[in-house]
Each structure stands twice: as C-alpha cells, then as structure tokens.
C-alpha cells in the first residue's frame, strides 16, 4: 500500500459553519497562571478554548479579565454556562454573553448534582430548544446516553458532547459501547467532554469514532500542563488516524508475523 500525505493528515473539525484545524478543545480554568495557560493552548494545537462564563465578569472586559488573556485572532472563544442548574440561568447566561461579549456560539451546561457534576438533560433539551431558536450554535454537555443526545440533535445542537467519566475524575472513556452507539447514530460532530485523564484516554475517544475531545483540569492539573497539551494533542491525532486506518481482528491465539511456509528443515 502506497501512502500519500493526504492519508496521514488529520481532517479538519467541521462543526456548523465553523472549520476548525484542531479536533483538541481545552478549557481556562485551574491553570496556575495565564502564561502557562497560553503555553498550552499553543502546544495543544487548539483552536477552540471554552470559558466558565459565571466565573468571568464580562464588566472588566478590557482590563485584565481571563477572557482579555486569551487572543481573539488565534481562538473562537467558546463561553460555557457551567454552574447552571436550570434551563432559565443558563438561558439568561448565554443572552448576557452574546449581549456584552457578541458571542453566539455556547457550550451548554445545566448541572443536576453538584457532587456528580452530572446533567440534568430535562432542562439541557428545554434551554437547547430556546438556544437554537435565538440563534445560537448550542454544543450541549450531556451524559454517555444514545436516547438523550439523540434529541438534542434534533432539538438543532450543532454538536453533541457526551461525557467520559464524571468532571475532572481523569477516569477515561468508561462505557465504550454507548460511546459507540451515540458516534453511529449522530450527524452532527460528537465531542468527548469530561473524564479524559491522560493521552491514551484521548487516542481512546477518537478511536471510537467521536470527532473530538474537549478537556480542562487533565492538563491544567497535570505535573507539566504544557508537555500534557502537547501529548493530547498528539494522542487525538493518532486516534484519528488509527480509527480510519482499519486495525487488525482481536484475536484469542498467536497470529505468527512472518510466513510459515517454506521454512528451512
């Protein structure tokens, strides 16, 4: 088989009428400061950076704030209603973001339990349904369940973002079957969001057939946060590959690598 480069790049991210050269989202928060957080933005390869909105006071915009250390030219700003707990609060956040920031694009989050960080998907379809209305392009944080990220695609999300593992466990992909079935079903891109720990658990995500992986406290926690983003985003890249390249069988027996015919006696 002739490989050309066309086969070992990676496709770029499609997501409505965005192209995005990295399939890497990384988050803002946890970082010890801006200058190691850029660093691994940089590393990363990343193109699309999401920021907790609640955290953020969009009156200081201009003067300092998290979201002025983040260059504009370089990265769409992906502002996230994290902290929500109710169709209305996460509503009323991304109208006060577009407002002040002019930003349509949102990451939607309403939290169901503080402990578990797990979604309540009732009020996620209820404030994706007005989203999309409105305008927005709503990328929806849900649980690994095939039924609900089905109906938020055909609520109009632009893409879905299934969870991994709970937020921040660093648990990896733990039910790869419905992983599986969501990526088979879906047609808009799905995103890998929350529980990516290390690399292999990215190479993992993409492996399956997910389009992406958004991921914070992995890097921003880990020992070196810059070497981690740049070993995430090689870890996507190979995943990617690996996935279109068609892997042999799992086998049960050995499958001997040279031929047995023709030996020497």
């Not at 983040?70 to 996230?80: F, Q, R, V």
């Not at 709970?166 to 992983?179: D, E, F, K, L, T």
Request: include cysteine.
């Amino acid at each position: 088989m002739t490989t050309t480069s066309s086969s070992t790049a990676v496709d770029p991210l499609i997501i409505a009428d965005r192209t995005f050269r990295s399939r890497l989202i990384l988050g803002t928060g946890k970082y010890t400061d801006h200058e190691v957080m850029n660093a691994a933005f940089e590393a990363a390869g990343a193109d699309m950076i999401t920021v907790a909105l609640r955290r953020v006071n969009l009156d200081e915009l201009g003067k300092g704030s998290l979201i002025d250390a983040i260059d504009p030219e370089k990265y769409l700003l992906l502002p996230n209603t994290a902290g929500c707990y109710t169709a209305d609060e996460a509503i009323r956040t991304a109208r006060l973001a577009r407002e002040l920031g002019g930003w349509n694009w949102v990451k939607l989050e309403v939290i169901g339990d503080p402990k578990t960080l797990f979604p309540d998907n009732a009020e996620l379809l209820k404030a994706t349904d007005v989203l999309v209305k409105e305008g927005f392009v709503v990328l929806p944080y849900t649980n690994d369940d095939p039924i609900v990220c089905r109906k938020l695609e055909e609520a109009g999300a632009a893409a879905v973002m299934p969870l991994g593992a709970p937020i921040g466990s660093g648990a990896g992909i733990r039910n790869r079957a419905n992983m599986r079935i969501i990526v088979e079903q879906a047609k808009v891109p799905v995103i890998v969001d929350a529980g990516v720990g290390t690399a292999s658990d990215a190479a993992v995500a993409l492996e399956l057939g997910a389009d992406g992986v958004l991921m914070n406290t992995g890097v921003a926690l880990a020992g070196d946060p810059v070497r981690m983003a740049r070993a995430m985003r090689l870890a996507v890249e190979a995943g990617w590959l690996a996935a279109r390249a068609g892997r042999i069988p799992v086998r049960l027996h050995a499958s001997a690598s040279s031929p047995v015919d023709g030996l020497i006696d």
